[in-house]
């Protein structure tokens, strides 16, 4: 613009000039120094201009600094999150095993742990020689207080119902277990008797195969079920794996007669366990070893063989000595077991109480039985199925009528044919598997009672009034049982 | 009397004792594998000597450590093979 307007003068000079034909000094004079003034104006405007550009030009300058500065702090954010990130999927897919989460786990329950187990049983017991139809039940829980690696706590509540309308709460079991080492430990409380095999390890409902207990562990037992006292036990292997051997010795109040008559006389029921001793003078003391002699890998299957003592004085003086051998035989599908009691007991009198009782019983799971041409429905039936057969017996001179009840429950079936001096058993039995600790058992038991022995009834009388027995007609017993070890 | 009921005590007191050495030893990798492949044979042998077999899956690992004490003292198991057969329970869970 400014430079027009200097172009314009200079033609009006020019052209005034042309036309005028003479210019006038002054008014020469007054255009160059309008021409100055104006060039100190556009050099000002320049100045102020450059100047402007320089601030612009700073600006700008600052704001490409600041933005490298944001993009390098982005940057610098992007790659640590992009390596936080990094390490916690590194952590998330490097995380703890499951036996590492279980021991994380057990940390955080504590130490003191406490553990449910045990079992319950429902029956359904006929007999046909009391005219018995009813149902029973039977809640066996096991807690278990594990304090450390060394140290359990055990007990056992068994809840039943009995004849009547009320329930009965027995404590059959309360030890302390106490690890030593490798081969020792010691129990201590009212435990199992460890005499043979059945008490300790057959019981529960859901172990035993069959629904009744076998004759010498019945209500004519001859080795008291439960006792109170210390044991020292353990085991080790001897040779290859599998080859065990292993030993239980212990002190315990030993055993006691029922004591309905004023007097003792021969063939009195057994206590089940011996609380408070009283007119006793000694402990009463056992032993079991039981070895196996097959190693896993022989193919021989696995076979135990035990041996067992028990002796004591159950009243002031007299002895009571028992001892037995027993075997156990497991190989794939097959199961057999089997045992020998014998029983003496000192009377106050010149006469002797023995005793002797029995059982074996084997059983075959079907689970492996090949079936062509069956339904898989019924194959997986048959699968399941146990069938079963046991033989057992108790003989004794005689028995004390006052003691005899045949009120049936569980384990027991109410016939009076097994209260018989020389009673015997055949248990058929049917076993259904719903799952490894799940069964329903089915049990028919063929009583066959030997004539003869001694039948001693008090009646209230300190004499007790003495009768040979006669021919015991024999008995059917049918038992049903759901039993689920839990 | 009373020198048989101090001696029990000192007995019974020096096993406690003797007890305490060597717990809660940690097992190393290699000697977990051998118990978990001993434990995987024993495990259905030692059990259906007296009952079925029961999975690692119904209890807890911390259960089984309790259960395993119990069945160790029922059966008087050796305590290797005992560990051998928690092993392989706890590992199948």
């Known amino acids: 613009m400014r430079y027009v307007l200097i172009t314009i003068l200079v033609l009006a000079i020019m052209v005034d000039s042309r036309v005028a034909g003479a210019a006038d000094s002054s008014e020469l004079q007054q255009i160059k120094s309008e021409i100055r003034r104006i060039k100190a104006d556009e050099e000002r405007e320049r100045q102020r201009d450059e100047k402007l550009i320089g601030d612009l030009e700073q600006k700008v300058e600052k704001l490409e600094t600041q933005n490298r500065q944001i993009q390098q702090s982005g940057e610098k954010l992007h790659n640590q999150t992009s390596q936080q990130l990094h390490q916690l999927q590194e952590q998330v897919s490097t995380g703890p095993s499951p036996g590492q989460f279980g021991r994380y786990f057990a940390d955080y329950l504590g130490t003191h742990q406490f553990t449910l187990t045990g079992a319950v049983g429902g029956d359904f017991i006929y007999d046909r020689q009391t005219a018995t139809n009813t149902f029973a039940l039977d809640f066996e829980p096991i807690i278990l207080y594990r304090v450390t690696d060394w140290l359990l ?18 404590l059959p079991v309360a030890t302390a277990q106490i690890f030593l080492n490798d081969y020792m430990e010691i129990q201590a409380g009212i435990f199992d008797q460890p005499f043979g095999d059945f008490y300790e390890d057959q019981s529960p409902f859901w172990v035993n195969r069959f629904v009744t207990t076998p004759l010498p562990y019945n209500v004519e037992a001859l080795v008291p079920p439960t006792d109170v006292g210390v044991q020292l036990r353990g085991g080790a292997q001897w040779g290859d794996l599998g080859q065990d051997v292993d030993y239980t010795f212990w002190v315990s109040n030993g055993p006691s007669f029922a004591s309905e008559g004023p007097v003792p006389v021969v063939g009195q029921a057994i206590n089940g366990v011996n609380n408070i001793k009283l007119q006793t003078n000694g402990q009463g003391y056992g032993t079991r070893i039981r070895f196996y002699p097959f190693p896993l890998d022989s193919n021989f299957g696995r076979l135990d063989v035990g041996a067992s003592t028990l002796n004591g004085k159950w009243l002031n003086g007299n002895w009571y000595n028992a001892w037995g051998l027993d075997f156990a035989y497991l190989r ?120 003869g022995g001694t039948v001693f009834t008090f009646a209230g009388n300190p004499v007790p009034m003495v009768t040979p027995r006669g021919a015991t007609p024999n008995d059917v017993a049918v038992l049903s049982q759901l039993a689920i070890g839990f | 009397m009373k020198r048989i009921v101090i001696l029990l005590l000192l007995v019974f007191l020096g096993m406690i004792a003797l007890c305490q050495t060597g717990r809660a030893e940690e097992i190393s990798k290699p000697e977990q594998r051998r118990l978990f492949r001993d434990g995987a044979k024993l495990w259905p042998v030692y059990c259906a000597q007296c009952h079925n077999a029961r999975p690692g899956s119904e209890f807890a690992p911390y259960q089984w450590d309790a259960i395993m004490m119990h069945m160790r003292t029922q059966a008087n198991l050796p305590a290797r093979n005992a560990r051998a057969v928690l092993e392989y329970l706890k590992g199948s869970h």
């Open chain 1, 153 to 170: 706590f055990e007990g056992t509540i068994e809840a039943n119902l009995p004849a009547g309308d009320s329930a009965e709460f027995q």
């Open chain 1, 332 to 451: 794939g599908p097959l199961q057999a077991r089997g045992e020998w009691i014998q029983m003496y007991r000192q009377m106050p009198n010149s006469n002797s109480d023995n005793r002797q009782g029995w059982y074996f019983q084997v059983g075959y799971f079907l689970n492996q039985l090949p079936i062509p041409g069956m339904p898989e429905m019924v194959q997986n039936f048959i699968h399941r199925l146990e069938p079963l057969v046991r033989y057992s017996g108790v003989n004794q001179r005689a028995i004390v009528s006052d003691e005899i009840s045949t009120v049936p429950e569980i384990g027991f079936s109410g016939s009076p044919s097994i209260w018989t001096p020389h009673s015997r058993e055949v248990a058929l039995g049917l076993d259904y598997w719903l799952a490894p600790s799940i069964v329903w058992q089915n049990e028919v038991d063929l009583e066959l009672p030997e004539a």
